[in-house]
């Protein structure tokens, strides 16, 4: 996982659901440990493809239920995307 990415990912989230990034483990689920909406994981997709430059099937983004599984989305796609 790259480190990079996953901070990334932490800042990205952290402004959606207005948390403090260092507080948010690598481990952590969108709903059930930081609570996240529905509507709030429909902006952090639409935030995440922003943040990398990628697009992201949306119902398998919304799929993704925490923050290393959706690290390992991203590195996914952006390999696909950008080779």
Do not use: N, T, W, Y
């Not at 990334?8 to 909406?37: C, H, N, T, Y």
């Amino acid at each position: 996982m790259d480190s990079a990415v996953l901070d990334r990912v932490k800042r990205v989230v952290a402004d959606i659901l207005q948390l403090e990034p260092e507080s948010i483990a690598d481990e952590a689920r969108f709903v059930e440990d930081l609570g996240a909406k529905s509507i709030q994981s429909i902006e952090l997709v639409a935030a995440f493809e922003e943040e990398f430059d990628i697009e992201m099937d949306d119902q398998e983004a919304l799929g993704v239920k925490r923050i290393d599984k959706a690290v390992e989305f991203i590195e996914k796609a952006l390999r696909a995307q950008h080779g």
